[in-house]
Nanobody, 126 residues
Framework: QVQLVESGGGLVQAGGSLRLSCAASGRTFSGYTMGWFRQAPGKEREFVAS????????YYADSVKGRFTISRDNAKNTLDLQMNSLKFEDTAVYYCAAATRFGDVLVTIAPRYEYWGQGTQVTVSS
């Protein structure tokens, strides 16, 4: 089993920044591909960013590319998402997720992630 707990959400003005963190426990964190997803009210959950087991490769949704940065610290079992230049449309519940079955590759599809955190709310005021 893998337990994931997000933190760092909150209310921020448009143009501001937030840093989300995800603490992982239960199995070997360095063995997971990790990802961030988000879900806005009335919308489906969407991919935000992914990072490989080693942290050597990252991938972003076009909507956040150049503004968000995903990173991980395998020694501390943590995953972060630095969000800059936030926009109103970034408002959503943000989830971290772990995929353990695909090797050291990026994963962008939600059903391929087996473990999910409970989510943290990010609200951007315009």
């Amino acid at each position: 089993q893998v337990q994931l707990v997000e933190s760092g959400g909150g209310l921020v003005q448009a143009g501001g920044s937030l840093r989300l963190s995800c603490a992982a426990s239960g199995r070997t964190f360095s063995g997971y591909t990790m990802g961030w997803f988000r879900q806005a009210p009335g919308k489906e959950r969407e991919f935000v960013a992914s990072i490989t087991r080693s942290g050597g490769s990252t991938y972003y949704a076009d909507s956040v590319k150049g503004r968000f940065t995903i990173s991980r610290d395998n020694a501390k079992n943590t995953l972060d998402l630095q969000m800059n230049s936030l926009k109103f449309e970034d408002t959503a519940v943000y989830y971290c997720a772990a995929a353990t079955r695909f090797g050291d590759v990026l994963v962008t599809i939600a059903p391929r992630y087996e473990y999910w955190g409970q989510g943290t709310q990010v609200t951007v005021s315009s």
